[in-house]
């Protein structure tokens, strides 16, 4: 059978062009975050997606350095939210405030309007705040007051959590869990990594002097071409084949959901570009399975007592598909 092209596919100068920039990128955020190339690299991943970034870890291991990192390697708007228990909805999508001048409302724009927003603690925030941030992540548009208005393209989340900390947190609902491409654990340094971290960090902050590596139009212009790298039928079938065995596994009591299979196609898509290739291989997917699917589905009970973790319930599940050889 005849594989079916419906749009242009990327060419090979543009892949060039794309792991090139994905290698300068990776370098930049490498002077701030020592010893997590493999992380840099998943964040931009998730950029040429133009998908969301959950950072999970315990503090102090670099989370919110690494997204202000990320925020500076572009030149780009920026805009961060603290946040506590007491922040409300309009503080993060904005407010219309009557203009006495003019006798009419005007809509003063929250922090959320920018092209990365990095939500600091999101679990510290209460449900109904949360919630704010589905229609951001999904629609890329805010509505204050029965009016909607579109965000500015590139729009990225950044969000941090500590997962062991549990006093006056929330914990974040599926749906939104859903909206994330990719769940990025950073993990402790090794002894060789925390003392190069402690040379470095010494005498000056290495944040101050990070340089931006591309603007938020050339990055427009990366991202539109990662969604034409060639995905062939049987990668695509691969892809989806794995979702599906989530969904009847004993050890899950939730799979993963469709759209977890397109944020599965489209990142592998954007890491076969960072590789310098203009089509998908399977080793592609097994290597971002986890990170995009792991946040996605709930372990059951007894998985969780076995002391299980979703991460390794879906390398399990990879391992057990076959891989197409094609």
């Known amino acids: 059978m005849t594989e079916k092209t419906t749009t242009p596919r990327l060419e090979a100068q543009e892949a060039v062009r794309i792991k090139e920039t994905a290698d300068r990128f990776v370098a930049n955020v490498g002077r701030v975050i020592v010893g997590k190339p493999r992380v840099v690299e998943q964040c931009f991943v998730a950029l040429l997606c133009e998908g969301h970034i959950l950072m999970e870890d315990v503090p102090g291991v670099g989370k919110t350095s690494l997204a202000r990192a990320i925020a500076r390697s572009i030149h780009c708007s920026f805009r961060r939210v603290q946040c506590t228990p007491d922040l409300l909805p309009s503080d993060v999508t ?3 405030v009557f203009n006495q001048k003019t ?3 005007e809509f003063h724009p929250g922090p959320v309007v920018t092209h990365i927003l990095l939500v600091d603690e999101i679990n ?3 449900p109904r705040t949360q919630s704010c941030f589905l229609e951001c992540m999904q629609e890329r548009q805010v509505t204050a007051d029965r009016e909607t208005f579109p965000l500015p393209r590139p ?3 950044i969000a941090t959590q500590n997962p062991i900390e549990l006093e006056g947190t929330f914990a974040l609902p599926e749906a939104q869990l859903d909206r994330f491409l990719l769940r990025v654990p950073m993990g402790y340094p090794s002894e060789e990594e925390e003392i190069e971290l402690l040379h ?3 005498a000056a902050q290495p944040l101050d002097d990070i340089e931006s590596v591309l603007t938020a139009d050339e ?4 991202q539109a071409a990662c969604r034409r790298t060639y995905v062939a039928d049987s990668v695509r079938s691969y892809i989806a084949t794995v979702c599906r065995a989530t969904r009847s596994d004993d050890s899950l009591r939730l799979g993963a959901s469709p759209r977890a299979s397109l944020a599965l196609q489209q990142a592998s898509q954007a890491l076969a570009a960072m590789r310098g290739r203009d089509f998908v ?7 971002l399975a986890a990170p995009v699917l792991a946040h996605r589905v709930l372990l059951e009970t007894r998985a969780s007592v076995r002391g299980l973790s979703a991460a390794s319930v879906i390398e399990r599940i990879v391992a057990g598909v076959p891989t197409p050889v094609e």
């Open 200 to 202: 470095r960090f010494q």
């Open 155 to 157: 729009f990225m989340v």
């Open 103 to 105: 006798g009419q409302f």
């Open 281 to 287: 291989l399977p080793d592609d997917v097994k290597e």
């Open 219 to 222: 990055l427009s212009g990366l």
């Open 124 to 126: 510290r925030a209460t």
């Open 94 to 96: 904005g407010v219309h």
